[in-house]
């Protein structure tokens, strides 16, 4: 068996600095498991995630929420270029939960160009469920007010550059790491 030796002076991207630490997560992320549990009580609301990234954030989202509710996931890839969507979606795994006079959380890992979710949001409100709300653990900063008002829960409105961690990948990397942290590499 032969192996190859790694050259040590090629530079090794990998995350840098902490944007939110493990424990500010954990802290507003009980805060929305609360407020939802308050706004949805006696209704028991359908959360939808959507795959890969949310999954950590959906994790910890529903034990916190302190009502019966059920989760359902959807996957699904954007055409185009690996690190911007371009609003062309394409379902990869569907629902299976029937929406239909259900109230609907679609839970999100970041909110970044807003195309993902303007999909999505159009495609589940043509399943006639009774409520369609969506609570993003991360928004940019940078979206226009009008499509930050359209989101009802927002964890924290953040800069523009790349984050990683507590779900968030670069090339299906570092989603494990348990604080989110600004990718200082090439995506
Ligand atoms: P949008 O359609 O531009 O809003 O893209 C949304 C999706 O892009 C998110 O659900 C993430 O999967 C991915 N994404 C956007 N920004 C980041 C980031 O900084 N780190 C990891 N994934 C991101
Ligand atoms: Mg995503």
Redesign the pocket.
């Known amino acids: 068996m032969s192996v190859e030796a790694s050259d040590p002076s090629e530079p090794q991207p990998g995350p840098g600095p902490v944007l939110l630490s493990a424990e500010q997560l954990k802290v507003r992320v009980a805060e929305l498991g609360q407020e939802i549990g308050r706004d949805y009580a006696g209704r028991t609301p359908l959360l939808v995630a959507?795959l890969?990234?949310?999954f950590v954030f959906l994790a910890d989202l529903v034990r916190t929420i302190p009502i019966p509710h059920e989760i359902d996931f959807m996957a699904v890839s954007?055409y185009g270029a690996a690190?911007?969507?371009s609003?062309i979606?394409r379902i990869v795994k569907d629902l299976d939960i029937d929406l239909e006079d259900r109230h609907v959380l679609i839970v999100?890992?970041?909110?970044?160009?807003?195309?993902?979710?303007?999909?999505l949001r159009r495609m589940l409100a043509a399943r006639n469920p009774a409520s369609l709300d969506v609570c993003a653990l991360?928004a940019?900063a940078s979206i226009p007010p009008m499509d930050r008002a359209s989101l009802r829960y927002v964890g924290f409105s953040i800069p523009d550059?790349?984050?990683?961690g507590y779900g968030?990948?670069?090339a299906e990397r570092w989603r494990d790491l348990p604080d989110l942290r600004v990718?200082t590499g090439p995506t």
């Open positions: 959507v890969k990234g949310a954007s690190t911007r969507s609003g979606v999100e890992d970041i909110v970044d160009s807003g195309l993902t979710l303007a999909y991360l940019r550059d790349w984050v990683v968030l990948d670069v990718w």
